[in-house]
Every structure is written in C-alpha cells, then in structure tokens.
C-alpha cells in the first residue's frame, strides 16, 4: 500500500513538472518572439525551434491528461 501511495505521489509530482516545464517553453518562446524582430534565417530557426519544444511539451501533456483521465476514479 505505501508504495502505491508513493507511486502515485511520484506521478503526481511528474505532472507538476511537465506543466512547469510548459510554462517555461511558451516564456522563451514569448521572449524569443520579442527578441528577434527581423526576418533573419537565424531568427526564423530560433523561433521555430522555440516553437517544436513548445508544441512537443504541449502534446505530452495532453496525452498525460487523457491517461490520467481515464484512470478509474
């Protein structure tokens, strides 16, 4: 029983993270938007990277919230 309590306080804290490491993704994606002005290539792939991480964070999170959804209540 104690380590199923500490499993699920484990994913628990595992969610957390991903949620902060989302807000931290969409933040330097913000500040990277507001850096480059200009139409550069490199600004062009700073951006677009910012973008994939963000976009990749966002998907894993959705599928977490879908798993942890339909888990038995």
Excluded: F
Excluded at 27 to 35: D, P, S, V
Aim: charged residues 30%; aromatic residues 2%; hydrophobic residues 45%.
């Amino acid at each position: 029983m104690r380590s199923q309590a500490k499993t699920v306080e484990q994913d628990r804290a595992s969610r957390i993270e991903l949620i902060g490491r989302v807000q931290v993704a969409y933040e330097h994606l913000k500040e990277t938007m507001q850096r480059y002005h200009d139409d550069s290539p490199r600004a062009r792939a700073a951006i677009a990277a910012a973008r994939r991480r963000l976009s990749l964070l966002n998907r894993a999170l959705a599928m977490l919230a879908l798993e942890v959804a339909q888990q038995p209540a």
